[in-house]
Structures are given as C-alpha cells and as structure tokens.
C-alpha cells in the first residue's frame, strides 16, 4: 500500500510540473561519439557531468541523427523534419556549408522549435555553432540567420570550425588544391618544358605569347591559391552576437569558457521567465582545441582535451541552473550531431577523431557508427532516474517533444517526421512510435529502418554502402569522407539486410537462407520507402553549387577596408563571468 502510494505521489507531481510550462536546455556536441562518455562505456575518457547528466535522468541507447553530417543534421534536428524536406541535403559530394558568405542555409519558410516556443513567450537563445546560413541575396538580409529562425539571442560561429581556422592545423581544402592548383600547375609546367625543348630542337617555334599565356595562367593559379589561403580565415572563422560581428578571425583563448559564460548569463537573465537554450557545442570537431586547464591533460591527446573540456562546460550548466533552484522545473538534452569522424588522422598518425563504441563506420555514413549518437534527457520529479532506453528514437524528436511540453500546437501545413518522447520517456509507452525510419546519405535515400509491431527484432536494409578505403579499414580515408552516390558506393539489390537488434555491430548480413522471411522483410520495408518517398515534394536545394559558391556580396566584415576584416569585441577571459 505504501509503495502504491507513493508511485501515486510521484506520478501526480510529474503531472503537475509536465502541466506547468518548463525550461528546457538543450546541448549539441559537435563529432563526438556514442563510444566517447563514460555513461556509453567509455573508461578512460573523463566525462563525469555528462554521466552526472545521465544518472540523473534516461539514456536512449538508439539514439540517431537524421543525417551524419553537421548541416543536415542539425536542420533536421531544429525542425523535426527529414532535411531532404527543406532542401538540406546535398546532391554533390560537399554537404555542407564551407563559406560565411554562401547563399543556401535553412531556408525561412521552415519552423523551428525555437520560433514556436517564442511564440508562445519564451526567452530564446542559440549559443555556439549554427552551421545552417547567413543570408540569401544581400548581406544585410539575414535570411537564414538564427534570430530569423525564432533566436531572440544568437552568440557564437556562424559557419563551423574547421582546420583552416586554426593556423598550423592543415586544411579540409586539401584535396581541392591538389585537383585544381597543384595537378594544373603541373601540366603547364610540362607544357613549358614541351614547348622549349621543341624550339630548341627547332622542331616547333611557339610563339612568344604561349609562353607569357602560360606564365601568366600558373601566376593566376598560385595568386588565387595564397589569397584564398590568406583570406579564408578572416572571411569565414568568425563570432557573432545577434548580427553584429565581434571577433574576426574567431580567437580560440578561452572560446569554451567565453560561451559557457555566456550562457550561464543568458540562464541568470532569465530565471523568472520560461526559456530556451540551445548550447551549440563547436567541441569536438577539428580544429581540436582546449583552454591550458585542459590541454595535455586527458589519455587521448588533444581530442580527449577538448572533449573533457566540454564535459567541463555541461558541468558549468547544471551548477547554474542547480544555483538558481531551476533543476527541477528544466528538461536538460545532451547529444551530438552525428558520429565521431573515424577518418581525423594528422599526417603525424594523431586520431582526432572520436569513439564510435563497438559500432562500425562514422560521420559521413549510415552505419550505425555514422547515426547512433549519445541522447540524454533529464528532468527530474518527471523522468525516472537511471532509466535506460533501447527503442529507435531521432534527433528529428525534439522538436515535437519540446513544442507539446511549451503548449505549442505543431505546424499542420507540412510533415513533421519527429514524434513526442515523453511517453516513453515517462514510461507511459514501452515502445518508440517509430515504426520506420529512413536514412539519408545527404540527398539519397540510404538505409531503411524496420521495428515491427509486436516484435523485438529491429531490421535495417541497405540500399548501397560507401566503399571504406583502403581495404579492410573502417572509413574512407583517401577522401577524408566517404561519399554518397556513383563510384564511391556500392549498390545493392537486392538490399543488404541486417537484424540489428541481434547484430549491432553490422557484420552479418542476412541472406534467404539465414531469414526464412528474408523477402517478406525486404518487401515491407521497401512498401515503406515508396510511401515515405511519395511525401517528399521538390523544393530549391541549399546545398546546390550555386548557393555553395562564395559570393562576395554576401561577405560580412567587420571593417570597411576591403577583406582585412580585423576585429575583438570579445571578453578573452569568459571565467570570470560564470
């Protein structure tokens, strides 16, 4: 009797803070892997807020990206929809946004999570890595810019954190200089030398203005090489707060400790009022980087530092809202984008990428390594503590979850692909409403996922795989990435077939001998994938060469004079704000 009771009590209080209007904090990690926190297995990876973080709340096991790479992903993420709905996914081999001022990003036509909880009176603030635009056709429009996506408050990079705006840490332009600088460059060399021994030979008497065309044309190549080399920083590594810039090129001192502040800040500011805030983590992504608190301090090099850093940020978090006495009344979500990338190798044979557990591939593909990512939520009085999960869910979840808790009815003009996680996450229903998920390698169509109902199994059917290189490795390291279309990938018909409930790890695919059922499987799944494509409508492609492409007019710059963008409006020592 007193066991009922209390189950009663804690059922009737869980009511009344869900009928309330609750905070909710949300914290993206950028490539870090499921295999990274020590809540995942991870035992010499020091991450004891993120394991705080879970203790305290539910850990979904099969948590996945609607896409493994940064853009899609997080479009999916903000607007609960697969990314190919919005345009978000790329038919080329560049998925993602590289230039400050391309013209594609999330188109303003879609709804966030963040403009419906606005609407409803949310504080609202994105501080970290957007990834998602700028603007469309003018750099003072701002179309895709956070604060037109429902941001009261955007703090943080625009683009993303890449190599290049790290002085000293390579490029991911590497392979493009080799196609278009150095391989050119070499034809013409050999071009000049052709044509000289030939008139030496008086085999052949060029004349004087092939050799200056030549000259000229290997000048040109070289002159757009360094000033891209020169200029890449300052144009796209940069902070903004709202629309104003404030340190261009981003310095890395104390980035991490700089945003935390910031978004403690943001939690003081807005302690009476309900809030949203999505701490957009630019850690763990390359260029890795750490404050001197952290570096050399971890057993993995300089990505352990950074990523126990970031754990140290998440700590940061929760000491605030502890402090103001919010804990209890905030749903708090932590994940990541997509997984580790295996491929972050230094030409020094330094792994700068992540841990993917015991699951194969990563960031760039889908298999499981690529998708399965770290989801936590916690919300105490509301979700059981040490709850574990291993029902399908998507990052695409978030958004109906957090709209239904803010009282927000969600958009009935277009498809919503996420679904609401607080049934299972209260234990009101054992089984994730996903019966079928799809999995987009950008814009096609990769993988089905299968949980029948009344069944335990979850199948997963491949309709092609990227061809990891060299052979026998888990990635595709020549190209840094492995791709999604043409040569790159291997076709399967009919799929390639797993029970991943049984095989987590993707090793043994099924064939009709080891599944009796092998073409009723493959023939339910793929019903599903015609039905799921039929959905889709055409829509402009952000990710096109066109919206790709550098556009000058688009370029921000904090000065007047020319591309010498130099400025630091920036507190370097965020500490002594927290």
Known sequence: MMTLL????????????????????????DDLGIGDP??????????????????GGAKLTQHLAASPLCTPSRAAF????????????????????????????????????????????????????????????????????????????????PVTNLRDCKPGEGSVFTRAFRLLVFVPLQLIAVALLTLAVLKWLRLCRAPPCVFLFLF??????????LGFLHYFRPLNCFLMRNR??????MSYDNLT??????????????????????LSYLHVHTALFSSKDFAGKSQHGSYGDAAEEMDWSVGQILDVLDELKLANNTLVYFSSDQGAHVEEVTVKGEVQGGSNGIYKGGKANNWEGGIRVPGIFRWPGVIRAGLEIDEP????????????????????????????????LQGRAQRSEHEF????????????????????????????TPKFSPEGANGCFPTHLCFCHGQYVTYHDPPLLFEISRDPRERNPLTPTSEPRFQEILEAMQEAAACHTRTLQDVPNQLSLGNLIWKPWLQLCCSSWGLSCQCDREDQDGRQSL
């Open 437 to 464: 998920l799809f999995h987009y390698c950008n814009f096609y169509l990769n993988a089905v996922r299968w949980h029948p109902p009344n069944s335990t199994s979850i199948w997963k059917a491949f309709f092609f």
């Open 244 to 249: 104003d810039i404030t340190q261009q090129p």
């Open 216 to 225: 000229l044309l290997a000048a040109l190549l070289l002159g757009l090489l």
């Open 78 to 157: 903000m607007t609960g929809r697969y990314p190919v709905r919005s345009g978000v996914a790329s038919q080329s081999q560049v998925g993602v946004f590289l230039f400050s001022a391309s013209s594609g990003g999330l188109p303003p036509s879609e709804i966030t999570f963040a403009k419906l909880l606005k609407d409803q009176g949310y504080s609202t603030a994105l501080i970290g890595k957007w990834h998602l635009g700028i603007s469309c056709y003018d750099r003072g429009d701002f179309c895709h810019h956070p604060t037109s996506h429902g941001f009261d408050y955007f703090h943080g990079l």
């Open 6 to 29: 209390l189950l009663l009590l804690f059922l009737c209080e869980a009511q009344s803070r869900v009928a309330s209007k609750p905070n909710f904090v949300l914290l993206m990690a």
């Open 38 to 55: 020590g809540c995942y297995g991870n035992k010499t990876l020091r991450t004891p807020n993120i394991d705080r973080l879970a203790r």
């Open 257 to 278: 400790q700089r945003l935390t502040a910031d978004a403690a800040r943001f939690l003081r500011r807005n302690a009476e009022t309900p809030f949203l805030l999505v």
């Open 393 to 424: 869910t998507s990052n695409m979840d978030i958004f109906p979850t957090v709209a239904k808790l803010a009282g927000s009815p969600l958009p009935q003009d277009r498809v919503i692909d996420g679904r609401d996680l607080m049934p299972l």
